[in-house]
């Protein structure tokens, strides 16, 4: 099974956190700055254990570059 989720990213937070908004959508803050890919390798570990599945199965299909991803999860 396969969902995908629609994320906001606030990048340099003072935590690491996710959480679900009243329509649906999530918001993560990680504390990395948005450099070499490091706040999108937070996002996906965040992802991953909340939905405990493997990071492997958690990946960005849109949005790589921009605070506003799509997130595709195989459960």
Request: glycine share 6%.
């Amino acid at each position: 099974m396969i969902f995908r989720i629609r994320i906001k990213v606030t990048t340099k937070a003072k935590k690491n956190e996710l959480t679900k908004e009243p329509n649906g959508s999530w918001k993560v803050r990680v504390t990395c700055a948005p450099t070499k890919g490091e706040a999108n390798e937070r996002v996906i570990e965040l992802i991953a254990e909340e939905f405990k599945t493997a990071k492997s199965n958690v990946s960005i299909v849109h949005g790589l570059r921009g605070k506003e991803k799509v997130v595709e999860i195989q459960m």
